[in-house]
């Protein structure tokens, strides 16, 4: 079975640091990763996936992410965070041709100026 | 091109009644899902379509039926609420599954006495 964990539940940072989300997940195949964001009720909105060409995925709004097979990690980052990021981040994992999604518990990203 | 659409936006249920989450969407997308939304615990798939005609379980599925006999609409039947249901549920489209990216409907927030 797949699992995705998401570490810290909630992350504060000051506008203009380092945004970094933790991602990892347990796959026993190649998966296909991806990052959503959700705004205050909303629904989700994507920022980013990996489909396993390049490591290092760029998505929306200044954020990137890079797999790393051996650490089975999917991070998220943005150099430099500003206000309108605050939001709810989830991770979320697929695997082979089950057609299933499965989706870490989100990680809440308090931006404070 | 509205996407898609969710309906209704917000619904009281007493338990032990019967109701029908809608979701409709207008891309031509072969795969939709169903997903529940709660506190710390992320996102939960509870089931899914490839396509009209096809449905699948996903890690959530009892106490909820589906049925998918266009491409446009994927209903999401509670045959009997109980207040474990009690949860925000999203609705999500994409033009065929994983890893094509999922676009989310604006959700049902849905309560259970």
């Known amino acids: 079975a797949q699992s995705v964990t998401q570490l810290g539940s909630h992350v504060s940072v000051s506008e203009g640091a380092l945004v970094l989300l933790r991602c990892n997940y347990s796959s026993s195949v190649p998966p296909y990763l991806f990052w959503y964001v959700q705004y205050p009720n909303q629904g989700l909105q994507l920022l980013l996936k990996y489909t396993s060409a390049a490591t290092l995925v760029k998505g929306i709004n200044g954020f990137e992410a890079e797999f790393k097979k051996s650490e089975t990690s999917f991070h998220l980052t943005k150099p430099s965070a500003h206000m309108s990021d605050a939001a709810e981040y989830f991770c979320a994992v697929s695997v082979g041709n089950f057609n299933k999604f499965y989706f870490g518990s989100g990680t809440k990203l308090n931006v404070k100026p | 091109n509205a996407g898609v659409t969710q309906t209704p936006k917000f619904q009281v249920l007493k338990t032990g009644q019967s109701m029908t989450l809608q979701c409709a969407q207008d891309?031509?997308?072969?795969?939709m899902s169903w997903y529940r939304q709660d506190p710390g615990m992320g996102l939960r798939l509870i089931h899914y379509?490839?396509?009209?005609?096809?449905?699948d379980q996903g890690e959530v599925p009892n106490g909820y039926n589906v049925s998918r006999s266009t491409t446009e609409d994927f209903p999401l039947r509670l045959l009997s609420a109980a207040p474990s249901q009690t949860s925000v549920y999203f609705c999500?489209?994409?033009?065929?599954?994983?890893?094509?990216?999922?676009?989310f409907g604006p959700g049902t927030r849905l309560t259970v006495l």
């Open positions: 891309m031509n997308h072969e795969y």
């Open positions: 999500a489209s994409s033009l065929q599954g994983p890893p094509d990216t999922q676009y």
């Open positions: 379509s490839v396509g009209a005609g096809i449905t």
